[in-house]
């Protein structure tokens, strides 16, 4: 497991971009494999919707986990997974059932219902969930101010923090394509930026220094949209 986490881990170093369309199962991320990207990612709201619930920590966490162990069964890729705010569970067990259902990363996020985590709070979390997952697990720090009313100032130091509590990468999620600059800047390190089929684009965000960019549950959305338009014209 250390060896499949390090590769990751290197992927987001080596120069290139890494780019990793958000799969929801393992069909999903069976074709996310078959294009060549060199890892998966899961999104959670899509994996949560596919099972039942919504976004926002709705899913129970054993469904959850066995989503996630399901889509690493299915692909020969190393795959992070989206587990929102860790669904309530203690760093350890956290950990603990993550390497079990085989990822070897983890996505974070630093809001639950609706309201920013207080940012120490989050880094003792991330600090517990490094120092119990050793080198096994890369973490990327999600930072919600975009998304939850923030301000940019409030994101870089938030973005440090988590940085200094052992985060391999921040992703300060729905930042403005004119404010991505300052926060690669600003943070330091590997930074993930969120693109959608129907922009920004990939190239516009590592021009402005993304050197991860990951898309969320707009491509399951995407899907979605495709079926819905599909339908009528099948009765």
């Known amino acids: 497991m250390t060896s ?7 992927l987001h170093h ?12 393992p069909v999903s991320a069976r074709i996310v494999a078959e294009f060549g990207f060199p890892a998966i990612a899961t999104s959670s709201g899509a994996v949560a919707r596919v099972l039942g619930y919504d976004d926002g920590q709705l899913t129970p966490p054993a469904e959850m986990f066995t989503a996630v162990a399901r889509i690493v069964r299915a692909v020969d890729v190393p795959v992070t997974a989206d587990m929102e705010a860790g669904y309530g569970l203690p ?14 990363g983890c996505n974070l996020e630093d809001s639950v219902d609706g309201i920013l985590t207080d940012p120490a709070e989050q880094a003792d979390y991330l600090a517990e969930v490094r120092a119990t997952a050793g080198a096994d697990l890369v973490i990327n720090a999600r930072v919600d101010n975009f998304v939850r009313g923030g301000e940019l100032a ?6 440090r923090i988590y940085r200094r509590a052992g985060a391999d990468c921040v992703y300060p999620i729905l930042a403005p394509l004119d404010v991505l600059p300052e926060l ?4 330091g390190g590997p ?3 969120h693109a959608t089929p129907t922009g920004p684009s990939q190239a516009d965000l590592i021009a402005a220094g993304a050197t991860r960019i990951s898309y969320g549950t707009s491509l399951h959305n995407h899907v979605m949209t495709n079926l819905r338009e599909l339908l009528p014209t099948l009765t």
């Open 14 to 25: 080596g120069g290139t971009p890494l780019i990793l369309p958000n799969a929801w199962d």
């Open 184 to 187: 690669v800047s600003g943070i």
């Open 91 to 104: 760093p350890k067990e956290f950990v603990e059932r993550l390497l079990e259902a085989g990822a070897v």
């Open 4 to 10: 499949t986490a390090e590769a990751f881990r290197a």
């Open 154 to 159: 409030d994101a870089i130091e938030r973005g």
């Open 191 to 193: 930074i993930n930026a």
